[in-house]
């Protein structure tokens, strides 16, 4: 379980994070939620050692995570896919998955065969540079590098955002069944409510910089929620 302990953020004087605490449990979903500019991506960027934090503290499985790097981060199981995708663009789609293999020890240098079933149409544009997919198949590809690493939690940012709904819902089944397996958390980000909605266990609501309302799925109201959420 990750567990995330009145977290601090700043960028130069401005505070970004007033005190986050959340936790994400293997085998679910949890949802952070809010408007644009609240602190969602800062808190992922800081649990994936993207950005330093001013206070708090982050552990996994009850292992201390002491400021990680991304490098670090990685290496204690934590993968992150960002808004925006950051696909390599002059990299063919198997050289893109081949970067997730840094973290990993030489003997484990390969493909697994469940990244194909989960993502087909990666195996068939194999060869094609990762500028040249589409938005789409940009954020498959995103998605399958991080799960190359191999990750005990698995970070989404936004991963619908300029996806054509197709393949939001071919997103929505990938992430159900890497919830349904039981051994990975996910924290989502996303503003699309009722695909957050349908998929997630629990909720973290944020408004500037802070929790305003939190809880599993059977004790949230959704109106409740979406008001929260659209402030």
Request: proline share 5%; aromatic share 6%; with cysteine.
């Amino acid at each position: 379980m990750l567990s995330v302990d009145n977290l601090t953020l700043h960028y130069g004087q401005s505070q970004i994070l007033h005190g986050i605490s959340l936790t994400a449990k293997p085998g679910e979903v949890t949802a952070v939620m809010g408007t644009n500019g609240v602190g969602k991506t800062s808190l992922l960027k800081a649990i994936a050692g993207r950005h330093p934090y001013s206070g708090g503290t982050m552990t996994l499985d009850g292992t201390l995570l002491d400021h990680p790097t991304a490098y670090r981060a990685a290496r204690a199981g934590i993968a992150y896919v960002p808004q925006g995708r950051e696909v390599f663009p002059l990299m063919t789609v198997m050289e893109n998955l081949e970067s997730g293999f840094a973290c990993l020890p030489k003997s484990e240098h390969q493909v697994p065969d469940h990244i194909w079933e989960l993502f087909p149409i990666l195996k068939e544009f194999i060869h094609r540079r990762g500028g040249d997919l589409s938005g789409g198949q940009q954020q498959q590809l995103a998605i399958a590098r991080a799960l190359i690493t191999k990750p005990r939690v698995l970070l989404l940012d936004e991963p619908t955002e300029g996806i054509q709904p197709n393949i939001i819902q071919q997103i929505g089944r990938v992430i159900s069944k890497l919830r349904d397996q039981g051994d990975m958390a996910i924290i989502l980000v996303e503003q699309y409510f009722d695909f957050t909605y349908g998929l997630a266990d629990s909720f973290f609501a944020v408004n500037r910089g802070a929790v305003v309302l939190e809880g599993p799925r059977a004790e949230i109201d959704r109106e409740t929620l979406l008001a929260r959420v659209s402030i």
